[in-house]
């Protein structure tokens, strides 16, 4: 399974953006698809996945009310809103399914206060 994320930028504080992921390969073997991100000097953290059998969603607290993601097929959405400068940070898609956990590379977010 290969992962391509995109829709990474700059935005002011209080914008939206919207990261999407696509895979490829066998995708249908994902259980689980979502989003990771990792800030400068911090672990990566959770921030949301959805389920491929029946979309259903978690978040992680910092971001619920603020970030949805959905599904489209093979390719996952993070819609972002009232973005926070403590959302600055390398966001990773993931996936998980029986063939094991897989990642793609890393697009950049950076939100200015």
């Known amino acids: 399974v290969q992962l391509q994320a995109s829709g990474g930028g700059l935005v002011q504080a209080g914008g939206s953006l919207r990261l999407s992921c696509s895979a490829s390969g066998s995708f249908s073997s994902l259980i689980v698809m979502g989003w990771y991100r990792k800030a400068p000097g911090k672990q990566r953290e959770f921030v949301a996945h959805?389920?491929?059998?029946?979309?259903s969603t978690n978040y992680a607290a910092p971001v619920k009310g603020r970030f949805t993601i959905s599904r489209d097929k093979n390719t996952v959405y993070l819609q972002m809103n009232s973005l926070k400068s403590e959302d600055t940070a390398v966001y990773y898609c993931?996936?998980?399914?029986?063939?094991?956990?897989?990642w793609g590379a890393g697009t950049q977010v950076t939100v200015s206060s």
């Open positions: 993931a996936g998980e399914g029986s063939l094991g956990q897989f």
């Open positions: 959805i389920t491929t059998a029946d979309d």
